[in-house]
């Protein structure tokens, strides 16, 4: 397929790379992990391969080959010629027709994958592309206009062309504001380093997405900011996603896809496995709020989504 027009930022991700931070090699792959996941359960391809991922902005590409595909994650008004396609949906393009996503309507981040995947080569294990390291992906770039990208080719016994429809998952709100989503998260190592207000802050009160944000990491913003209740000056230790770092300001960093490998802030707590999608999809400028659960229900919360992602697979290979 060609890339036609691309306002928006756009590269190829992967579930990750993994085994190689201790080299300082970040994991990257999708922002929206489970997103990812169901538009390939959708598609019958391992949940693994790797799709265009898109960041606001339009997008369009002509198809040079009859291609299953779908758009998960973000929701965009998106037509394939004259006729609108719908997130979570199975469509067979034929060759000669043109996808394009014209405006985001919500979420950040959308997932555009085919059935079979996209043929580009893996470096250390994953076909995700690192922008700053400038390797995996498509020459380790974001793509442009006049891209040509492959379509793997797929045995015509694993194809399943007749177009479907799944929910989207269900965006739990906060009490606050019910147009703010709430993510839940576990303590982290540094949680009673922090004083009892900057605890209940932390959990009770809305976290707006500053602008500055990308994909290394998320910086929120608070009327109240959280305080230590002991001074803390560590080394530099391992990080992941997931973990939210509070720097001296008081402001927390959620650490995202591309986040370094390690730091040096204290960690007040981690978003679950189940909620980092959720977090990844909050809009900069929206707002959020964070509520402390027990392992046992990040646990339970991620059981759920994997059972979700089943639902889809069985579903789409039975039709």
């Not at 997103?35 to 606001?56: F, G, R």
Request: include cysteine; charged fraction near 20%.
């Amino acid at each position: 397929m060609k890339i036609l027009a691309s306002n928006a930022l756009a590269s190829f991700q992967d579930l990750g790379r993994f085994g190689f931070r201790s080299l300082g090699v970040g994991t990257n792959g999708a922002m929206d992990p489970w997103a990812l996941k169901a538009a390939n359960a959708l598609l019958q391809n391992p949940l693994d391969t790797a799709a265009i991922e898109i960041t606001l902005g339009s997008f369009s590409v002509q198809f040079e080959q009859n291609t299953c595909f779908c758009l998960t994650g973000g929701l965009y008004e998106a037509y394939l010629d004259e006729q609108r396609v719908y997130a979570y949906w199975r469509i067979t393009a034929q060759a000669g027709q043109t996808l394009k996503l014209v405006r985001p309507l919500q979420g950040m981040y959308t997932y555009f994958a085919v059935q079979g995947g996209f043929d580009i080569e893996a470096v250390l294990g994953s076909k995700s592309t690192n922008t700053k390291a400038e390797f995996g992906g498509l020459n380790g770039r974001f793509l442009q206009p006049q891209d040509s990208v492959k379509v793997a080719k797929l045995d015509s016994a694993h194809r399943h062309t007749t177009e479907i429809g799944v929910a989207a998952p269900r965006m739990p709100a906060s009490h606050l504001d019910s147009s703010a989503p709430q993510i839940r998260v576990i303590a982290n190592s540094e949680y009673d380093h922090f004083t009892e207000a900057a605890k209940h802050n932390f959990e009770n009160q809305l976290w707006q997405v500053d602008t500055s944000s990308n994909r290394m990491g998320y910086r929120c913003i608070g009327e109240n900011i959280l305080e230590f209740a002991q001074k803390s000056e560590m080394s530099s230790h391992g990080v992941a996603a997931g973990m939210i770092q509070v720097p001296p300001q008081g402001q927390p960093i959620v650490l995202m896809a591309d986040a370094q490998t390690t730091g040096g802030y204290p960690k007040i707590a981690t978003i679950i496995e189940a909620d980092i999608g959720l977090m990844a999809q909050t809009r900069f400028g929206q707002k959020c709020q964070f509520k402390m659960v027990s392992i046992q229900e990040a646990i339970q919360a991620r059981q759920d989504r994997h059972r979700y992602i089943e639902r889809i697979r069985k579903y789409a290979y039975d039709h």
